[in-house]
């Protein structure tokens, strides 16, 4: 071979080898293109799927050494204590409860319970800025026992706000 020939070929393969390297650098910066929106909540589900399978299997596996059988939540049909299937009336009735509980409060729900604890707030502030005349100037002290308890209405409204 002569001289240009190897040349030609060294300076062929730099090149085939700076095209090879550019096309490994672009695809790196692809890899490295953020994400949007949507992909990053498909990948979050995603993971979060992965982990409850692997809760599941690693479950599985602990009730197969115990020697019992596992059964995935849900997988079962709910029976009543006495061990019979519901009747499918009983089963829309149970799934209706459910739906109602994990939609929560009606609307009105939060507004009169927080008015209640406002109402009774400001019940006991007239009472001592009108210096026991009002709301009520008859009840005397009992206004703050009535205030404290119209407040409490909406404290214990509060233990079942969902």
Known sequence: MSLRTTKLKTTTKTTTDAATAAGATKRKKAAKKPLTKDELRAEEKRKKRAERERIERSKQIAAEARGKKYEPKGSAKKK????????KEQERTAAAAQSRAAE???VWFKPIMFGFLLLGFIWILVYYMSS???PVGALGDWNILIGFGIALVGFLMMSNWK
Do not use: F, V
């Open 132 to 134: 026991g005349r009002a």
């Open 104 to 106: 929560g409060n009606p």
């Open 80 to 87: 009543p204590s006495d061990g019979k299937p519901l009747t």
